[in-house]
């Protein structure tokens, strides 16, 4: 099983402490975001958890706990989320120049493979111009291209959310123009092979690879297995939308409790929201958002080892 921790919230930056008391409890329990009525127990002991993406957009909170979950013998690896933006679209991160340096330290703690930098979203307005973006995406290249072996984009999605917020005088995001993104595409892939980075498109509806940038697979079976030092048995993923290259995993995160403040942010409806459905970092509860009330059932979810430990002769 790989456990993805998570694509709904930031629980190594909001919630380090909470997730490593579920590590050592052995389980944690999460809610169907589909279907609240359905709560499910997932074991998080590491003879069936082969592997743990973490993803985030600063990791010095989970960076204490790195030493015991290596003694506990977990394999992990994280989607690190570092973007050139200002307190205007993502309120609540520290300076970027510290999370910058959280990333290298980061890298030389667990090595380049394990920490993928994800330039994502990529939001234009009459500030965020395509010439913005290229100078920042050249001078991130120079910081992190020791740190990390690959970069993955994806141009903002300009959903209802966006919209409305607009609307009542927040942050003007649009989407790209065709023109833009080809021409920021060129740049991505001539400026990755200078630096000698792999760039990998998430979900993106056109093809990249006339630019030199492939298909993401976030939660990727190859680097897992690389992590591993074995073959893992893994299913695509079918829950996820249409042109994501990842695995099946099992998330235990919930949607509405990040506190980054990311006004473009696709799991959290309103910051008011996240700020009184998220539990204390250090609390004990089973599950990260809300309680099961009396009478609700919880169905332990079945779940295994897809290590493929076995040494074959063909």
């Known amino acids: 099983m790989i456990i993805s921790a998570s694509r709904r919230t930031d629980l190594p930056c909001c919630y380090a402490g909470w997730f490593m008391n579920r590590i050592r409890a052995g389980y944690v329990l999460t809610r169907n975001p589909m279907n609240r009525a359905q709560i499910f127990r997932v074991p998080l002991t590491p003879d069936v958890v082969d592997c743990i993406v973490f993803w985030t957009k600063d990791a010095a909170n989970l960076m204490p706990y790195l030493d015991e979950l290596d ?4 394999r992990y690896y994280f989607q690190f989320t570092l973007t050139p933006y200002g307190s ?7 300076p970027k120049a510290e999370i910058e340096e959280c990333f290298r330290a980061l890298s ?4 380049r493979e394990r920490v993928v930098w ?9 500030r965020l111009t395509p010439e913005y973006h290229r100078a920042e995406f050249r001078r991130l290249c120079g910081s992190l291209s020791g740190f990390t ?6 141009f903002v999605d300009v959903y209802a959310k966006l919209k409305r917020q607009a609307g009542r005088g927040g942050p003007v995001i649009r989407p790209a123009s065709g023109g833009e993104t080809a021409e920021l595409a060129g740049y991505i892939g001539k400026t990755t092979a200078e630096y000698g980075l792999r760039a990998a498109a998430c979900c993106e509806a056109g093809d990249l690879a006339r630019f030199g940038i492939g298909h993401s697979s976030c939660i990727d079976r190859e680097r897992i297995e690389r992590i591993c030092g074995c073959a893992v048995d893994l299913r695509p993923d079918k829950n996820q939308r249409k042109g994501c290259g990842c695995a099946e995993s099992v998330d235990i995160g919930a949607y509405n409790t990040c506190r980054n403040g990311c006004v473009y942010c696709y799991a959290t409806d309103s910051r008011s929201v996240a700020r009184c459905s998220s539990v204390p970092d250090c609390c004990e509860s089973e599950l990260l958002a809300g309680t099961v009330a009396a009478g609700e059932k919880i169905t332990d979810k079945k779940v295994k080892s897809n290590r493929q430990e076995q040494i074959t002769l063909f």
């Open 118 to 126: 994800r330039y994502d979203p990529i939001i234009l307005n009459d």
């Open 149 to 154: 072996d690959t970069v993955v984009i994806s």
């Open 108 to 111: 030389k703690r667990i090595g």
């Open 88 to 94: 205007d679209l993502e309120q609540n991160l520290r």
């Open 71 to 74: 003694a506990l013998g977990y």
